[in-house]
């Protein structure tokens, strides 16, 4: 399974382009254009046993891990604003060890982008089952 954007992208990167996105408006335009970067997931992987549970809107989760112990996580969503949070979500997980993984502190993440204060609380919601499942996944 290759990396979810076709290349790598960070957290770092992710860091990089909501430092630079002054206010609410361009953070938005940034998680729409990460949304985009993701490919579709295949038809064949949206079906209940890669549903994500706890997703307003309909998202999906494929995990494999390769042989050096690394993660790659594929998601979509049929909600944009939902698919690039995802893609901030799997740019700080993907490619990573289940301890990376357990390690990385995805609240401190979320403040320095300044995305939970911005998102209803059913989409913070969202995102954090995404997180949930991921982890879930990593520690399988």
Known sequence: MTHPFGTEITDTEVRTLFA???GWEARY???ILLARQLPPLAEANKVDTHAIHGCESQAW???RQ???GRWQFHCDS???IVKG???VVLAALSNKTAADIAAFDMDAYFKELQLL????PSRGNGLRAVVAAIKAKAES
Do not use: C, P
């Not at 204060?117 to 209803?120: D, E, G, I, P």
């Open 20 to 22: 630079a996105a002054q």
């Open 29 to 31: 335009r940034q998680l």
């Open 61 to 63: 989760l494929v995990a």
């Open 66 to 68: 390769d042989e050096q």
């Open 78 to 80: 049929d909600a944009r």
């Open 85 to 87: 949070l995802m893609a």
């Open 117 to 120: 204060s911005h998102l209803s």
